[in-house]
């Protein structure tokens, strides 16, 4: 062993009111500089100077999260709402490890995130200490960006820099590896913030020559994702559907889009193969803005994995990493349909329904009582089926979707949804599968407050894995293969799991009693679960 001297943790200024900062305090001292304000953590024994430096920089608002996967959803929920990131704050390879599946969703949303992951200190990572693990390569699995900082000379720096490339299109994940002796040295200096690249025009050309593609009077979809499914890129859309008989889909998952009363109603591209087969039957020409070519989920024996009709061709307007789609799409409008004006959906609503509640009448009553400006996290997965249709005329309002399909994503994504909007009621519907998976995140709605309803759609079964059994060709199966399927034995009580970690439960049968509670919850500050009984649909 080595008998050399390692540095004094304890000697290290812990204010940064002497004008002198340690590694901790410079860093957040940066984020919140560069426009970072909040940062979701789960933090642990490497990351303790991080902690304490949060009570020298009030700015930087700390929220604790039970476990890693909430952190990383929470952020992403945060970020696709404030249209800039959060920071998280996570222990080690194994915290990494833990948040890794909710990070893949914002991946894939190109969602802006400054992942802080705290290592050991430098001296000691020779000795190959339990917690010890290759933190560089996990964080390359989601990750746009990594770096690791040297010494504490190097800390804010990175920060800034990290900011900048979580901000910077198409929006990514930057991940920070924070030595403990980095964090805790003293020398510090806060860096200022980095502008980040900004998006790509598209070239006169590209519009020209997709206008072109529209006036063939060939069968034409307009596909739109990413920044193009928010309001100015849905009326661009309609503008340009209205003009030339193109028809419009946005992607299957967007991370963010904007729909109800007075926006153009976009249908989203099924998640099923034969669905977005039915869907583009007959077309010749997909134009991309924003979103990527279709492809099937998952691969089927004797299916297709590429939906893209055959002899059909794809043309780019506007890709969905570099460019920006929705000033295309104003371009292009502007081109094949200078006076036109877009086609809006008009307010409706749903007839609150009567009797037990189904996966047919559940939405209803969510469509009908659905407040203005709402948010909703979707992950009501097989039971929110024909939740499009019955909110389509509602007040107008925004849905963050299962971008990257890793289940339980729902209530940390409202987490975060709720601390970014606090004035906007968020609806979180959710399957009761992958609740388990992030549950813990209602003791962050209790202690934060959250204006959060979450409606937990208990069918006590993994429904869609019960149609991927047959859709993938395997045998129906016996006994054993359904027991893999079913969440009964015992029956999960969402009331009490609710009511257990400070979130007021409470449970529905029938859609009058869905009304009720729903009623109530919305009118109430603060966070609420109702647990709806809904057979499953499937």
């Not at 500089?33 to 953590?41: D, N, S, T």
């Not at 949060?54 to 930087?60: E, F, K, Q, R």
């Not at 209790?446 to 869609?464: D, H, M, P, Q, S």
């Not at 009304?515 to 919305?522: E, G, M």
Request: net charge negative; aromatic share 4%; hydrophobic share 45%.
């Amino acid at each position: 062993m080595s008998n050399e001297t390692e540095p004094d943790a304890t000697a290290v200024p812990q204010s940064a009111g002497t004008g002198e900062y340690n590694g901790a305090q410079a860093l957040i001292s940066t984020l919140v500089e560069a426009g970072v304000q909040v940062c979701f953590a789960n933090p642990g024994t490497s990351e303790m100077h991080f902690v304490a430096a949060l009570d020298s920089v009030p700015a930087m608002r700390g929220v604790l999260a039970l476990f890693e996967g909430v952190v990383t959803g929470a952020a992403d929920g945060y970020a696709r709402m404030a249209g800039k990131p959060a920071a998280t704050l996570l222990h080690l390879g194994p915290g990494l490890g833990n948040g890794l599946a909710n990070l893949h969703n914002a991946r894939r949303a190109h969602t802006p995130i400054v992942n802080i992951v705290g290592d050991h200190a430098t001296y000691h990572k020779k000795y190959d200490a339990p917690l010890e693990s290759d933190i560089d390569s996990l964080a390359g699995t989601v990750s746009g960006w990594v770096r690791r900082s040297g010494t504490v000379a190097e800390v804010a720096t990175d920060a800034a820099d990290a900011v900048a490339a979580a901000s910077g299109p198409p929006g990514r994940i930057a991940t920070l590896i924070l030595p403990a002796d980095a964090s805790w040295s003293a020398g510090g200096t806060p860096a200022a913030p980095v502008a980040p690249k900004a998006r790509q025009t598209v070239a006169d050309t590209v519009c020209a020559d997709v206008a072109k593609v529209l006036g063939s009077g060939e069968p034409t979809v307009l596909l739109i994702g990413g920044l193009a499914t928010h309001e100015e890129g849905l009326r661009a859309a309609s503008r340009i559907a209205t003009a030339t008989g193109a028809k419009v889909f946005a992607e299957t998952f967007p991370a963010r889009i904007r729909r109800g009363a007075g926006l153009p109603a976009v249908e989203r591209l099924g998640y099923l193969a034969e669905q977005v087969g039915y869907q583009l039957t007959g077309v010749r020409h997909i134009i991309l803005a924003g979103a990527r070519s279709p492809v099937s989920f998952f691969a089927y024996p004797g299916k297709p994995s590429d939906l893209v009709p055959e002899g059909a061709q794809v043309h780019t307007l506007a890709n969905d990493t570099t460019e920006d789609p929705t000033a295309a799409l104003i371009a292009l409008a502007d081109l094949v349909a200078e006076q036109v004006e877009p086609v809006l959906a008009p307010a409706s609503r749903p007839a609150l329904p009567t009797g037990p509640l189904t996966a047919r009448n559940w939405v209803d009553v969510v469509g009908a009582l659905l407040p203005e400006n709402a948010i909703i996290a979707d992950e009501a997965n097989t039971s929110g089926l024909l939740l499009p249709t019955a909110t389509a005329g509602a007040p107008a309002h925004d849905v963050l979707t299962l971008t990257g399909g890793a289940i339980g994503y729902g209530l940390p994504v409202a987490t975060g949804a709720a601390i970014a909007c606090p004035d906007r009621p968020v609806l979180c519907l959710q399957a009761d599968g992958s609740a388990m998976y992030t549950l813990s995140a209602l003791w962050t709605h209790a202690r934060e407050n959250l204006n959060i309803t979450t409606i937990i759609l208990a069918n006590a079964a993994y429904a869609i894995l019960r149609m991927e059994l047959q859709r993938v060709g395997a045998s129906a199966g016996g006994p054993k293969a359904a027991d893999l399927l079913d969440l009964s034995r015992p029956n999960l009580d969402f009331v009490s799991l609710a009511n257990g970690m400070g979130v007021p439960g409470s449970r529905a049968t029938t859609a009058e009693e869905l009304a009720t509670l729903l009623t109530t919850a919305l009118a109430e500050p603060g966070p609420h679960l109702i647990e709806a009984v809904v057979p499953s649909l499937l």
